[in-house]
């Protein structure tokens, strides 16, 4: 399956005529596996969390610079939320259809309900380029941060942008 949602990512980004550099390589699931492969634009390569609150109400998809640590209770004071924890693999599946370690802004792409917000770290926001998994953790897609929004715009997906 992640070959089929690289396509289906792939064919979304060039309908909607945004450029982006692929890089293929081996299955990766943490940012630390990700900078052993050495792979260009390194410092441009973002971590990306999917939580939720104790009531399973509000999901979030989480992007911020690689090297940046998640402060959930902060976060959480931000957002005027519930307590966040780390969202289980079954709700990663059930509403981005992604598995472990394909965590990715993109994901939003299968959010049939539009129910997952992505937050963007303004940090990122002000970058010109982003590398995330194109929803396979076989590659990473290198694109404008601009693009990423506009995309996600386009989906008619809720963007917050914070300083995480």
């Not at 052993?36 to 390569?45: A, E, G, K, N, S």
């Not at 506009?150 to 997906?157: P, R, T, Y």
């Amino acid at each position: 399956m992640p070959v089929e949602q690289r396509a289906h990512t792939l064919a979304r980004l060039d309908e909607l005529q945004i450029p982006y550099e692929l890089v293929s390589h081996a299955a990766v699931f943490t940012v630390e596996e990700m900078e052993r492969l050495q792979l260009p634009h390194t410092d441009r390569i973002a971590k990306n969390l999917y939580i939720r609150d104790e009531k399973k109400r509000g999901y979030f998809l989480v992007t911020m610079q690689k090297d940046k640590g998640a402060n959930l209770k902060e976060l959480r004071s931000k957002l005027c939320s519930k307590p966040l924890s780390f969202a289980s693999e079954d709700d990663l599946y059930k509403y981005l259809k992604l598995g472990k370690g394909e965590v990715s802004p993109l994901g939003v792409l299968n959010d049939a309900d539009n129910a997952v917000t992505v937050i963007i770290d303004n940090e990122v926001k002000n970058h010109e380029l982003i590398g995330v998994h194109p929803n396979d953790n076989t590659a990473t897609v290198y694109i404008a941060v601009n693009d990423l929004i506009k995309l996600l715009n386009a989906k008619g997906q809720k963007v917050v942008f914070l300083d995480l």
